[in-house]
């Protein structure tokens, strides 16, 4: 997915284009000090600063994250407390632990381990093909700092405060190898249930092609695939879109 959070960054990037020099600047702030403790007993470091990029898969998600750094330093060149407090307000994982801890597990099913998937392929694409992920290498080549999306790494189990007690079930889950099977695919392939499922094709959170795999394995399933929606396209127009859903299940919409 790291091309597709790629693309989105350059979405905001040319949206706001001066937010470029100052997220750079609130980077080598982080850099230089080695994270800022926040509100909530978070750390705020060049990493979990770019993880603010997990907004960038819903509607008016660019906004949001360019108006946290309209201001973000006071007067004294301290970052604000403003700016922390809109940090920790971000950061979501820490009420939902079980996300946190099964994020990549569930897709393991009867192989594994995941073994913090998303923090190895993150070194891979930064050394092969997007080095803007690499915060430090950005600011010290003055090029924009990437954001990362919806991903879990392993450093979160050290600076996100509720999340710290669970560091070693966290490396047992990454590590567990081999795991069952999680999904009955025979069964899958035997559905009798009418069902239908909204596709958005340029969701930054679920791959297209897996998606439309396993829509594949699903007897009986109809796909209503849209670049109208980001990933929030219930939030944005849920009656239509579910309207859409119950029409395709009941046959009022024409097969195409």
């Not at 600063?49 to 898969?57: D, E, T, V």
């Not at 995941?114 to 950005?138: H, I, L, M, Q």
């Not at 879990?152 to 070693?168: G, K, S, T, V």
């Amino acid at each position: 997915l790291f091309k597709r959070v790629q693309l989105q960054n350059e979405k905001y990037y040319e949206r706001f284009p001066q937010d470029k020099q100052v997220v750079s600047k609130v980077v080598a702030y982080l850099l230089k000090k080695g994270g800022v403790k926040t509100p909530a007993g978070n750390v705020l470091s060049a990493k979990s600063l770019q993880s603010l990029g997990i907004r960038f898969g819903g509607a008016q998600c660019l906004e949001s994250i360019h108006f946290m750094f309209e201001s973000p330093f006071e007067v004294t060149g301290d970052l604000s407390y403003k700016f922390l407090k809109d940090y920790d307000n971000v950061v979501s994982i820490d009420t939902n632990i079980i996300y946190a801890l099964l994020h990549e597990a569930i897709y393991c099913s009867d192989g594994g381990p995941s073994g913090w998937a998303a923090e190895s392929v993150r070194k891979e694409y930064e050394a092969t093909t997007c080095p803007n992920f690499d915060a430090a290498w950005a600011v010290n080549n003055g090029k924009p700092v990437y954001f990362t999306g919806e991903m879990i790494f392993p450093w979160m189990f050290d600076e996100i405060a509720q999340l710290r007690p669970l560091q070693e079930a966290a490396e047992i889950l990454a590590m567990k190898d081999p795991w069952p099977p999680l999904y009955d695919e025979e069964q899958l392939r035997r559905n009798k249930v009418k069902v239908a499922a909204a596709v958005y094709f340029e969701d930054m959170y679920v791959d297209l092609n897996l998606s439309m795999e396993t829509a594949g394995k699903v007897q009986g399933m109809r796909t209503y695939v849209t670049n109208e929606y980001l990933h929030s396209g219930i939030r944005e127009n849920g009656p239509k879109i579910l309207e859409k859903l119950m029409n395709m299940t009941r046959n009022i919409e024409t097969l195409r």
